[in-house]
């Protein structure tokens, strides 16, 4: 098995994918515990949706650098779904629904209409589900890819307090003078943006998992909002980088592996949380 | 001049206004309690001061140079906060966060500030304790502590003993108590009329009828004598 992944490593499409995986999985699971916290799980979702949508139109205009347009799309569907969070004349989980599954059926229709792929189903099973996509990243993507996590850790590094203040209690934030909405603007563009990295690795119907499962592992676990964040970006990674393995080695699908993996992991968590919470009591 | 002048204030929901023609002051040092049946719009003259929300009419003057990041706010809980894994020190610490404006990072003297409150507070021992698992007297504690981070001057507190006990509620009371006495002017929603009378120096009565004053002269009046014996009655069955 050791032989069969040397082999394997020695390709450097291996090495992408390893290198994109482990950096997409710690970009997700950073924002996770915020998402989770603010009742914004379903906005992952809700965004993932639209990105499908955008790589619907993307490949319908024949554009193919498409990341760059699906960003754009994806933050502007960000921003407008935290502002009609706000304003709550539609609720914010009844938006994002709508968004999300406008956007599917959207994309789906379009890429119907104007196919030329001759294996559509194939072309919409991939977008969806991420089968082979980040087995194929180009070198170029590769390092895009690398530059947006930098730059998503980075804003989380230096944005932690902030992030952590605004998350606490919006209103006392605001109250006392922080500009808690310029941060949520700053946190929802920031999710798209990982939201269209990791269409690469798990495909836009699974992204949720990966931004919600580590937080909520780490929350069965931990007391404090460091060591929730510090475990759930490693445990993160480390099931990534297994459900990868596992996936080349076995050649089952990686981004449903990686998510079972994550299941996986959320179960152990769960189980110790229980434990540690009876052997406490 | 005064440090907050309200001024023919209208306050309500999408155009409906449950409180018309407010009008008071708040002077440096003050300890102002405002009372009112529920859902006489006390909440939301709170987030009205504290500029949460715009007001249907009138207009709220902030004087004495009073700023922003002055404030302190200690709000009724929230579902987020139920669940949250945050531990005591990081959550009075991010009273601070007004403080550091663009700057990622607590600095020393900030620390040291929570610190301090902590200690004032007495919550130093439950500092690495997450506050989740912690006893509602001990929630609020660490609430006041981390508002006490956020101010200089002023402190909003909307309903701080709901749901707490007897005992902790006296411990309470006798905290923001000396927090005034220090020279904080304190802003606070209570239901407790008794206690309003005990320990405030004004009192804003808002509802059916409305009345702004001293204590001496709200326990003449036709609000506050009205108030009172609903009180008892409703103590005494």
């Not at chain 2, 500030?113 to 007495?122: D, P, T, V, Y």
């Not at chain 2, 504690?141 to 101010?151: D, F, G, Q, S, Y």
């Not at chain 2, 005992?167 to 407790?192: P, Q, R, W």
Request: net charge positive; glycine share 8%; charged share 15%.
């Amino acid at each position: 098995m050791i032989d069969k992944l040397a082999l394997y490593l020695q390709y450097p499409f291996v090495r992408y994918a390893l290198i994109v995986g482990v950096l997409i999985a710690l970009c997700s699971s950073l924002f996770g515990v915020t998402l989770v916290l603010k009742r914004f799980s379903f906005i992952g979702d809700g965004l993932s949706h639209v990105a499908f949508g955008g790589i619907a139109i993307a490949s319908v205009l024949k554009i193919t650098n498409d990341m760059w347009l699906v960003l754009l799309f994806t933050v502007i569907a960000a921003v407008l779904l935290l502002k009609t969070g706000q304003n709550a004349k539609i609720k914010g989980d009844a938006a994002i629904a709508m968004i999300s599954v406008g956007a599917l059926a959207f994309g789906y229709l379009l890429m119907n209409i104007f196919s030329t792929s001759s294996n559509l189903s194939g072309d919409v099973c991939s977008t969806l589900f991420g089968s082979t996509s980040i087995l194929t990243l180009t070198k170029g993507e590769v390092i895009l890819c690398v530059v947006l996590s930098l730059v998503v850790v980075t804003v989380f590094i230096l944005f932690y307090n902030k992030i952590f203040a605004v998350t606490f209690d919006e209103d006392f934030s605001k109250a006392t003078g922080v500009r808690a909405e310029a941060y949520n603007l700053l946190i929802a563009v920031i999710i798209a943006v990982i939201i269209v990295l990791a269409m690469n690795l798990v495909g836009s119907l699974l992204i949720s998992a990966l931004v919600i499962f580590p937080a909520l592992s780490a929350m069965r676990i931990f007391r404090n909002f460091k060591s929730v964040t510090i475990f759930s970006a490693v445990l993160s990674v480390i099931c990534a980088l297994t459900g990868l393995l596992i996936s080349i080695l076995a050649g089952t699908p990686v981004g449903s592996t990686i998510v079972a993996t994550d299941v996986a992991a959320f179960l152990v968590c769960w189980i110790a949380g229980a434990l540690r919470g009876g052997l406490a009591k | 001049m005064a440090l907050i002048t309200v001024r023919d204030l209208s306050l309500g929901y999408e155009g409906k206004a449950i409180v018309e023609n407010l009008n008071f002051t708040v002077n440096a040092g003050d300890y102002l309690c405002v009372v009112g049946e529920n859902g006489s719009g006390k909440s939301t003259l709170m987030k009205t001061l504290l500029t949460l929300r715009a007001p249907l009419a009138g207009k709220i003057e902030i004087g004495d140079g009073l700023k922003k990041n002055e404030i302190g706010y200690l709000p009724q809980q929230t579902v987020v906060q139920r669940d949250f894994p945050a531990s005591v020190k990081e959550i009075v610490l991010s009273g601070c966060q007004a403080r550091c404006g663009l700057r990622p990072f607590y600095n020393k003297e900030e620390k040291a500030l929570a610190l301090e409150n902590m200690e004032r507070m007495g919550i130093t021992n439950l500092a690495d304790r997450c506050y989740r698992e912690l006893s509602g007297g001990q929630q609020q504690r660490v609430l006041l502590a981390r508002a006490l981070c956020a101010t200089r001057k002023v402190l909003l507190l909307d309903e701080p003993v709901s749901g707490l006990d007897p005992k902790v509620t006296l411990e309470m009371y006798n905290l923001i108590a000396a927090i005034n006495k220090e020279g904080i002017t304190v802003i606070m929603i209570s239901h407790d009329l008794g206690a309003a009378v005990r320990y405030a120096d004004h009192i804003l009565h808002i509802g059916n009828s409305v009345f702004f004053g001293s204590k001496e002269e709200y326990l003449k009046s036709e609000a506050g004598k009205l108030f009172l014996l609903q009180q008892q009655g409703g103590e005494t069955k």
